[in-house]
């Protein structure tokens, strides 16, 4: 049963349907989660995205979660080639994915076939299906088409086939050009958006077009909206604003957006990078918007020289940023140490996408953590921060610009393939003088001061700056002193490695222990980063409301961790984190307490806390679901509670 309403079947019937259009109201729900799914190119994500800012427009919390295939142009018409966009939508604030799906529309059947092995529906869930396929001149395309519907259905999909392809041709003469917004038109006739708003989002979807595409598609919408008004009218809906959202002035973006705002609003002057997925539209905005703000993109000829420009620029006076994600972040090790070593104020965001090597390009994973922090020669501390929501990828940004010149280090920012896509609504932030690093000395340097005079204390020494006045001075990434002068003796490398790890305990002095979600003791707590933070916190709530004793933490700073940490730990009978990266399944075969591989920020909170912290992790390459989460915290509480009676039975 689809939750928030009952559905029955509805009929084609042309003169049924009219009759009574203009009579029906429609039924208000608290939320619903809509897929568009299509062949690569059709224009699904651009159809839900439009459609995700009309429903934030209207004042509904929105999360949004793109379904991309790996490859730029997959074989059409098959289940690894779908290629989508989810949302979720509803009358509270959206933190998440969400569970399985209320209402899907197809552009064809084999697309759906992944979507049901990721979990992605229910039994009831509403399949509005492109009939075209039903007449295909091509026998074993029927056959197939025929096959899937049956399939489907015995699966517990309701399916209604609609000539959505049949119905463009009345308005455009080719559908894949223009069938993603005569879809847009049916879902915000089914979830009564308003009208006009929506004609209007269109035009600036399309804003930069000539005018006859903006009213070539503005025209499909109509059509869509008409469409599903005959076909599918029993499917009408109202989603209430959400009340939180309140009078508060939001912004409408995807992480990487977030990012780019980020940078420009941090006053940094320089993105430096290469090209790659799911980093690579961070780039894209940065260059229509950032030369207008007085920045500078700068497309390398690869990853390494994207962070050496940024390196040179940082080290000139100009902290500089650069964006990538997984391999690209790989290819950057050496430069990271060289900017640890020299000390160069520099800020790294990785998006974080699946698997090693090539991996999952377009998939989510949170598998950067250790390399992040160890995947360097030799001893490179580094500060390590992770954005758990999209307003957190502007504001990680602002805040590692100020740390990187603070501490005289790279900063690294943690993002993933979640948050990159994913489009929500977030409180505009105040632009602020705050948000900028404090301006540089660029007084005549003392010759008396080293260039690197570090506090025996903190670690910390002031910048000087090639330019300024005394203030050159020879860059190395070898050994040095505090004069920046190569050395090989023991005593030099011992004392400039202590001091470069010490700036980590004095940036950790000044943090405060994290916020619990729930109570300050119990059965359980959860220890999460990065974008599983909506998910997580909306499990934990549907378990306390159940009258479970489980609470949850969520990290921003990796490196150095929170404060206070072994402590909280203490107050709970058992710890976990729940991640996605990779983990052993404890009951698998071969596996032992002296193997089992932990996630990783399970096995970093192993060894700074020496406390025995369990781990759910999955690598499935799509975003957790809260019900997911649900389940597989409950599985650990009753283990608590079978030790607990246990124990009380003195067994």
């Not at 075209?132 to 026998?139: G, K, V």
């Not at 049916?186 to 595409?213: H, P, Q, V, W």
């Not at 705002?261 to 090209?275: C, F, K």
């Not at 005289?408 to 977030?426: E, K, M, S, Y």
């Amino acid at each position: 049963m689809i939750s928030g309403y009952c559905h029955r079947p509805v009929k084609v019937n042309k003169r049924k349907s009219s009759a009574r259009k203009s009579f029906v109201q429609p039924t208000s729900i608290k939320e619903n989660i809509v897929e568009i799914v299509s062949d690569s190119g059709e224009g699904a994500q651009k159809c839900g995205q439009t459609f995700g800012n009309i429903s934030a427009k209207m004042n509904n919390g929105v999360w949004t979660v793109e379904i991309i295939p790996a490859e730029i142009q997959p074989p059409a018409r098959t289940p690894s080639g779908a290629s989508g966009i989810r949302i979720r939508f509803g009358s509270k604030y959206m933190t998440n994915v969400g569970n399985e799906g209320d209402l899907v529309v197809a552009f064809n059947e084999q697309v759906l076939y992944s979507r049901i092995a990721n979990g992605a529906y229910k039994k009831g869930t509403i399949v509005l299906l492109d009939n075209r396929w039903e007449s295909d001149a091509s026998t074993e395309i029927q056959e197939m088409y025929r096959k899937a519907v049956v399939e489907f259905r015995e699966h517990g999909l309701v399916v209604h086939e609609l000539p959505i392809h049949e119905a463009c041709l009345e308005v455009v003469k080719d559908p894949r050009k223009g069938k993603n917004m005569f879809v847009l038109g049916m879902l915000c006739r089914i979830y009564n958006r308003d009208k006009e708003m929506s004609r209007n989002e269109i035009a600036i979807t399309f804003a930069g077009k000539k005018n006859a595409i903006i009213t070539s598609n503005q025209n499909l919408f109509d059509a869509g909206y008409a469409f599903a008004e005959k076909h599918v009218g029993d499917y009408f809906f109202d989603i209430p604003p959400a009340e939180e959202m309140g009078s508060q002035k939001m912004v409408v973006t995807n992480g990487n957006t977030a990012i780019g705002l980020g940078v420009m609003a941090s006053g940094m002057e320089l993105v430096s990078m290469y090209p790659i997925t799911p980093a690579t539209s961070a780039s894209h905005y940065l260059a229509d918007v950032y030369p207008a703000a007085g920045g500078f993109v700068h497309q390398a000829e690869d990853e390494i020289a994207a962070i050496a420009f940024a390196i040179g620029a940082s080290y000139a006076g100009k902290t500089a940023c650069t964006i990538t994600s997984g391999p690209g972040m790989a290819l950057k090790t050496e430069n990271i140490a060289l900017a640890v070593m020299a000390e160069i104020p520099l800020v790294i965001v990785d998006v974080q996408r699946g698997g090693p090597s090539t991996g999952l390009p377009t998939k989510i994973e949170q598998g950067d953590l250790l390399s992040s922090l160890y995947g360097m020669p030799g001893d490179a501390p580094k500060i390590i921060l992770a954005a758990a929501t999209i307003a957190e990828c502007f504001s990680m940004v602002v805040l590692a610009r100020k740390l990187a010149e603070t501490f005289r280090t790279p900063v690294i920012v943690l993002t993933d393939a979640n948050l990159a896509t994913g489009v929500q609504p977030w409180v505009r932030p105040e632009l602020s003088r705050d948000m900028l690093a404090p301006p540089l000395d660029q007084s005549e340097w003392n010759p008396d001061v080293p260039a690197y005079d570090w506090d025996e204390k903190t670690g910390l020494s002031q910048r000087p700056i090639p330019g300024m006045p005394r203030g050159e001075y020879v860059l190395t990434g070898l050994s040095h002193t505090k004069q920046s002068k190569v050395s090989y003796e023991s005593t030099e490398n011992q004392h400039s490695t202590s001091m470069r790890s010490r700036k980590l305990a004095t940036l950790q002095s000044t943090l405060t222990p994290p916020e619990i979600h729930g109570d300050e003791s119990g059965d359980l707590l959860v220890v999460g980063w990065g974008s599983t933070y909506g998910a997580i916190n909306e499990a934990i709530d549907n378990l306390r409301e159940k009258g479970s004793k489980v609470s949850s933490i969520h990290l921003r700073f990796l490196s150095p961790l929170e404060p206070g940490l072994k402590e909280i730990f203490s107050r709970f009978k058992k710890v976990i984190t729940v991640e996605v990266n990779y983990s052993d399944d404890p009951k698998a075969p071969m596996i032992t307490d002296e193997n089992r591989r932990y996630a990783q920020l399970a096995s970093i909170l192993r060894i700074q806390t020496l406390v025995d912290v369990d781990c759910w992790s999955v690598v499935y390459g799509h975003p957790l679901q809260p019900e997911l989460i649900e389940n597989a915290i409950q599985e650990r509480l009753d283990q608590v509670t079978d030790n607990r009676s246990s124990q009380d039975k003195g067994e």
